[in-house]
């Protein structure tokens, strides 16, 4: 079964450094999503992006958060100068299009669990 | 924005009894999935139902789209099935982001 896959799976980070959370998503899919779950909290929506752009975001992203998909393959979340409360585990996740078929659920990723000290 | 609310919120088993977690949301959905979180914080998805019944193993899930509530259902229980359980729902609106439920923690005892 396809999976979307997702690097690092740990990261730990100095507080005001930048990070680059990377992600495959599946290859046929055309929405791509990043998530974040803050230890013992509910999944958040943070972004979704759809035809190299992003297509609705968050509250939570705000400036310092950026995506980009770089290449044909990989999708990246940045956080430009982490703060302590970025601290919490990242999920990336894509699904098909409405057009693609009925089927559309979500695949998530394993996660990476970002740490900020 | 919709609401997902989920009961219980805690569950405690004996290995080898069966349960059965709801999902309750406060508008029409067009998409619905289970996940289960396991230990190492990884997301699994279980079901994709928006509708209808569906079976995987020991688990099976209900979602009856038109009372806004979905059910899963889990049967003799194993010790491997411990982790928290979340429900997402997409609204029927123009978004396309998963709404999480606040998760049920199950822990399954030896």
């Known amino acids: 079964e396809p999976e979307v896959t997702q690097t690092p799976s740990h990261q730990v980070t100095q507080m005001g450094q930048e990070v680059i959370l990377r992600c495959v998503p599946i290859?046929?899919?055309?929405?791509f999503y990043w998530y974040r779950q803050i230890l013992g909290q509910k999944v958040e929506f943070l972004v979704s992006?759809?035809?190299?752009?992003?297509?609705?975001k968050s509250e939570i992203f705000d400036d310092q958060f950026s995506v980009e998909r770089p290449d044909g393959s990989n999708f990246t979340l940045k956080i430009r100068s982490t703060k302590l409360e970025d601290s919490a585990m990242y999920f990336c996740a894509s699904s098909r299009h409405l057009t693609q078929g009925p089927n559309y659920g979500y695949t998530f990723g394993s996660g990476t669990r970002l740490t900020v000290v | 924005g919709i609401q997902v609310e989920q009961s219980p919120p805690d569950l405690i088993l004996q290995e080898g009894a069966n349960s059965t977690l709801r999902c309750n949301f406060s508008?029409?959905?067009?998409?619905l999935q289970w996940f289960h979180q396991n230990p190492w914080g990884q997301l699994i998805n279980l079901f994709y139902i928006p509708s209808g019944t569906k079976q995987n193993g020991r688990l099976s899930a209900t979602t009856v789209a038109t009372e806004r509530y979905s059910l899963l259902y889990i049967s003799s229980s194993q010790t491997t099935d411990s982790g928290v359980y979340f429900c997402?729902?997409?609204?029927?609106?123009?978004?396309?982001?998963?709404?999480f439920g606040t998760g049920t923690l199950l822990a399954v005892q030896p």
């Open positions: 997402a729902v997409r609204d029927g609106g123009a978004t396309n982001k998963l709404i």
């Open positions: 992006f759809y035809n190299n752009e992003i297509s609705e």
């Open positions: 508008d029409s959905v067009n998409n």
């Open positions: 290859s046929n899919h055309l929405y």
